[in-house]
C-alpha cells in the first residue's frame, strides 16, 4: 500500500523567493498535517486539515506560509517570500479512521519530507 | 511544550539491547505513551505505543511503570540500522482523535560496531 508521498524531496532557493511543497496522503485519510523540522530538533505543526477544513493553524506564520487542501485530498504548502530561518524539512503525516497495516497505531504516517535550504 | 524529558543521547554496542528511558510525570490517565524514531533525512516512523501494560511488538518492547510516569523501550538485538533518533510522546488515543503530536527532542542512538 502507498504511504504519504512528499515533492520534491530537495528544495534551494534564495531568499525572498517563493517555493511550494506537495502532499498526497494515504488513500481514505481525513486528516493531514504538515511540520517544520529545524535541523537538531523534533517536528513542529504547522496547520492540521481535517477533509479540506482547516482543525489548527495557531503555529503557522501566516503573513508568509500558506496552505490548502481543496479537495480534501492532496495539499500544498507554501512560503512567500522564504526567509532564512525557514530552511528546515517539512514533514507531512495524514491519520484516519480506515486500519492498515501502515496505520495500525492510530496514529501518523509520515512522509519522508522536503529538505528546504534558503540561502 | 513537550510532556516528556530524555537523554540527548546514547550509545549501544551492536547486538546488545537498547534500553532509551523517557519520563513523564504529568501524564494524564487518558494518555498513551508513543514512541517514534527518526533515521537520517527520513520521516518519523511509528514504532510502539502502550496505556499501563508492557507491549511487545516485532520492533521493540514498551515497559510502562506502575505509576505510569517513565517508560523505557527496549530495542532487544540493536543493529546499525537502528541508528536514529528516538522520539516519546504522550498523547491521548482513539481511532477518531485527532489530538497533535508534540515532540520534544528526542534521544540520539547510536549504535556501534
Known amino acids: 500500500e502507498a504511504g504519504v508521498a512528499q515533492s520534491p524531496r530537495y528544495k534551494i532557493i534564495e531568499k525572498r523567493q517563493s517555493v511550494a511543497f506537495w502532499c498526497n496522503p494515504i488513500?481514505?485519510?481525513?486528516?493531514l498535517y504538515w511540520y517544520q523540522q529545524i535541523l537538531g530538533q523534533g517536528p513542529k505543526l504547522l496547520i492540521q486539515f481535517q477533509n479540506n477544513g482547516v482543525v489548527d493553524d495557531s503555529q503557522l506564520p501566516k503573513d508568509r506560509f500558506s496552505a490548502e487542501r481543496l479537495k480534501g485530498v492532496d495539499s500544498t504548502l507554501k512560503i512567500q517570500p522564504a526567509k532564512l530561518e525557514d530552511s528546515a524539512v517539512y514533514l507531512c503525516?495524514?491519520?484516519?479512521?480506515?486500519?492498515?497495516?501502515?496505520?495500525?497505531?492510530?496514529?501518523?504516517?509520515f512522509g519522508s519530507g522536503t529538505r528546504l535550504t534558503v540561502v | 511544550d513537550a510532556k516528556t524529558t530524555q537523554p540527548p543521547s546514547m550509545d549501544c554496542a551492536e547486538g546488545r539491547a537498547a534500553n532509551l528511558p523517557c519520563n513523564h510525570s504529568?501524564?494524564?490517565?487518558?494518555?498513551?505513551v508513543y514512541w517514534y524514531r527518526q533515521i537520517h533525512s527520513q520521516g518519523p516512523q511509528y514504532i510502539i505505543h502502550g496505556l499501563k501494560n508492557n507491549e511487545t511488538n516485532e520492533m521493540a518492547s514498551l515497559i510502562i511503570t506502575e505509576d505510569r510516569k517513565s517508560s523505557t523501550l527496549i530495542l532487544p538485538h540493536a543493529t546499525l540500522r537502528d541508528t536514529a533518533v528516538y522520539y516519546c510522546?504522550?498523547?491521548?488515543?482513539?481511532?477518531?482523535?485527532?489530538?497533535?503530536?508534540?515532540w520534544g527532542l528526542g534521544t540520539s542512538l547510536a549504535v556501534n560496531p
Open positions: 504529568t501524564i494524564s490517565g487518558n494518555e498513551y
Open positions: 488513500s481514505g485519510h481525513a486528516t
Open positions: 503525516a495524514s491519520s484516519g479512521l480506515r486500519l492498515t497495516k501502515q496505520t495500525k497505531n492510530y496514529g501518523y504516517t
Open positions: 510522546i504522550v498523547r491521548e488515543h482513539n481511532a477518531g482523535n485527532n489530538r497533535k503530536l508534540i
